[in-house]
Every structure is written in structure tokens, then in C-alpha cells.
């Protein structure tokens, strides 16, 4: 198993004030009979709380190839297009890659009296890829203390998925040293011996 730990960033809005709500992070990658387990912990903020229906989401899941996990009270589930998020400038929802849905079903959790200490869950799918990449996650909560107590909370920011590695393409640079490597190499093999056993390129001159 990989033990990872990715870098996440997030921004945060709800009424009147900034505040967290759930973070997904990377955490590891089980290869399971060819197929590659990710699996995340989801840090939910000392100011948030949930309430039935709270969610949040792991958008483009690349090569998603079922095995949904999450811990008790949490149901997971996947959809192509999820409505209601507002993600990172340049993070958008790809409508042909699964997203990874986790629903609250557990009642009140958190929701009066806080700040509490973080709570964390953990989640994990299985995907045919084992590369990754960063992209999008969105999530839902409630704010659970000072004046802004009891109304909704959102965040959202990047974390690590699934991407087919073997899908890049080579930027242009690398696309000219490629050529210039193969052009090297056609050269080399139209290399020839004159008599005396001097390797010469193809049409020069004997002796040359």
C-alpha cells in the first residue's frame, strides 16, 4: 500500500462568515487484484455539523470501477453530472467520469453547540487507474455555532483522483526532441562501411 498525503486546497462560504465544512484527502492506494483501491479521509470541521441530506462530492473519478465504501450513517453512490456545486476556477465536472457522492443519513450530528473537535470518516472506490491528478470536490454542511449557527455551509477546493496516466499527451517540446531523437536514429541505422572498415552516412563519398 502507498501511504500518501496530498496537499488539498479549499475555499469556504455560508452566511455571514467563512467556514469549512468537509475535506476529502488522499490518503492511500491498494492495489486489489488489478484494480486500485483510493481511499479517502473525510475531515469534517471542528464549525460544521450534518444533518440528513448533507453531502459531499469527489467530482471526475477517472476509470471508476465500483467497490464504494464509506463509513456507517454515510450512503454512497455515483452520478455523471452533479447540480448545486460551485468548484475552483479552472476545475469544471466532466459529464463522462463518475463522480463519487456521499450522502449524511445518520440525523443531527454536530449541529448546535460547537466548535467540537474534528471529526473524520473515511470513503474509498475502486478505479482501473492507479495515476493521479487534482481535481474537484464540493461539500455541505451546517455552521454549528456564533450568530451564523444553523445555516447552511459550503466549501470546496482540490484532491487527488484516479487518471490514466498512460493517456498523456506530450507537449509540443517533447514532441520535437522526439522527432529529432528519431531522426537521429534513422540516421545511425542508414549508416554503412566503406572497404576499409570506416563507418561513413549513406552517400558520402568512398573514402571520405
Excluded at 484527502?25 to 448533507?54: M, N, Q, V
Excluded at 522527432?179 to 552517400?203: E, H, K, N, Y
Amino acid at each position: 500500500m502507498k501511504k500518501l498525503l496530498f496537499a488539498t486546497a479549499a475555499f469556504c462560504a455560508a452566511a455571514g462568515a467563512a467556514h469549512a465544512s468537509v475535506i476529502p484527502i488522499l490518503t492511500g492506494i491498494t492495489d486489489e487484484s488489478g484494480l486500485f483501491r483510493f481511499t479517502y479521509e473525510a475531515s469534517l470541521a471542528p464549525d460544521a455539523g450534518l444533518l440528513d441530506g448533507s453531502q459531499f462530492v469527489i467530482f471526475d473519478f477517472a476509470g471508476f470501477a465500483d467497490g464504494l465504501t464509506a463509513d456507517p450513517s454515510w450512503s454512497a453512490s455515483t452520478e455523471l453530472t452533479t447540480a448545486g456545486y460551485t468548484l475552483p476556477p479552472g476545475v469544471s465536472d466532466d459529464p463522462t467520469i463518475a463522480n463519487l457522492v456521499f450522502t449524511w443519513a445518520g440525523g443531527a450530528f454536530h449541529t448546535t453547540g460547537g466548535p467540537f473537535a474534528a471529526t473524520t470518516f473515511t470513503v474509498s472506490a475502486l478505479s482501473s487507474y492507479s495515476g493521479m491528478q487534482m481535481d474537484g470536490f464540493g461539500a455541505y454542511t451546517v455552521v454549528n455555532n456564533g450568530p451564523a449557527q444553523g445555516s447552511l455551509a459550503y466549501n470546496a477546493g482540490t484532491t487527488a483522483v484516479p487518471f490514466a496516466a498512460d493517456s498523456l499527451v506530450p507537449e509540443p517540446g517533447a514532441w520535437a526532441m522526439m522527432i529529432v531523437g528519431f531522426g537521429g536514429v534513422g540516421a545511425l541505422m542508414r549508416r554503412r562501411r566503406d572497404g576499409s572498415g570506416t563507418p561513413r552516412l549513406f552517400g558520402d563519398a568512398p573514402g571520405a
